[in-house]
C-alpha cells in the first residue's frame, strides 16, 4: 500500500466486515492511521484481535485502541449489559433495536475527532450503513453532516476534517462485493455480537453478513458454529 | 431544593466555579442529575471531591462519575500532558492555549447526552463560558447549536435533548454574582489546575477566579498558598 503524497485519515476500524470494507476504501485515497474502540461489548477481545489482523494485513503502523466502556457503565442497551438478551433475527424494520447503545457513534466520532486534529488527519472514516433496516438513529446520512458541522464549530480555526460514510447507501450484498473487488481481507474480519470461537450464526450480525455473502454468490471464509 | 413536577435535566458538574454556578442555574427549573468527567486532569481527585460536595449540598442522589481518560492518551494538551508546563498567567485573546484538549466538549456532551436519554432526561446542562478570552473553539454558541443539532439528529425519535449554557455569556464577574444571588456553594468549589491542597493562585485558572472575585467585590472563601 503506497501513502506517497496521500493525507492522513482516522478510520475507524471495529474489526467488522463493514470497517474492514470502509478501510479497503479509505487506503485508495488516503494514509490511514486505524482506531479502534472498546464499548465493553461481549466480543470485545475477538474483534480487537481481528483490528490487529487487519492492521498488520495493510502494514499500518498508526493505530490507537481507547476505552469507551463507560457506555457500558451508562447502559440502556443489550449489546453493553450482561443481563439483558441479544435478540435472535434480523431487525423487523422501523423500531430501534435492544442493541442500541445511546448515542454511541457521537462518542465514537467525538474520540477519532479529537486523534484526527491532534494527528493533523483531514479525514474520518466510518463504515456506517444506513441501510439494512438496522434502525439505529446515529447511522443515518442525516446524522454524519450535523456531526461534521459540529466539527467545523467545534476544533481549531485551522482545522478542516471531513467525515467519510463510503457504506452508507450500500447494502451487505454491495458491501462484500465491493470488499471482494478491493481486495479486502475479509477473512480476518470478526461480526457475531456473541461468540468469540466460531461464529453463532443466528444473531442479527451473523444473519445480515451471511445474507451479504449469499447475495453477493460469495461463500463466507470465516467458521461458524 | 424541590423536584416535584421538574422534569429530568442532566448537569455536567466538574467541580469548578462555573459548574457549580450552573447548577444551581439548573435546579432552579429541572430536578437535576449530576455527571462528573474525569478525563486525566492532574488535579480529578481534588474535582471529585468538589463535585460530591457540591452535590450533597444540593441533595442530590443521581449522581455518575464516568472515566474519559482516553483523552489523555490521545493527548496533545498540557492539561492532560504531565510533560508539557501548564501556562501561567492569563490567556493573550486570540489563540487557543495550551490547555486545550481537542474536541473535549464534544466528547463530553456525547457522554451526556448517552445519559441523557438512557435516563429521560430533557435538558444537559454545561457551564461553558464564551468570554474572559479563553480561546477554546469548543466553548462557544456556535458549536453548541451545532451539537444540538446532531442530538436531534443522531438520537430515538421520541427523544428531544436541549443545550442549555447559562453561563456562556458571561464574565467571571457575573458568574461570582450569579452564584452568590443563587446561594449557590462556592466555598465548595475547586478551580486550580496545579495544586490539590491549597490553589495556586497562579494557573490561568486561578487567576480567572480571583479576578471575577475582586471585580463582584467578594472575597474568594477558598484557601490560597
Known sequence: MSTVGKSRAVILLSGGLDSCVCLAEAALSHDPCVLHLNYGQRTEARELRAFHDIADHYGIDRRLVVDVSHLAQIGGSSLVDATQPVEQGLPDGGCVPSTYVPFRNANILAVGTSWAEVC???????GAVEEDGSGYPDCTEAFYAAFEAAIDAGTRPETRIRIHTPLISLNKTAIVERGRDLGAPLHLTWSCYVAEDAACGVCESCLLR??????????????YK
Open 120 to 126: 493533523g488527519a483531514s479525514a474520518l472514516f466510518i
Open 210 to 223: 451471511l445474507r451479504g455473502f449469499a447475495g453477493a454468490g460469495e461463500t463466507d471464509p470465516i467458521t
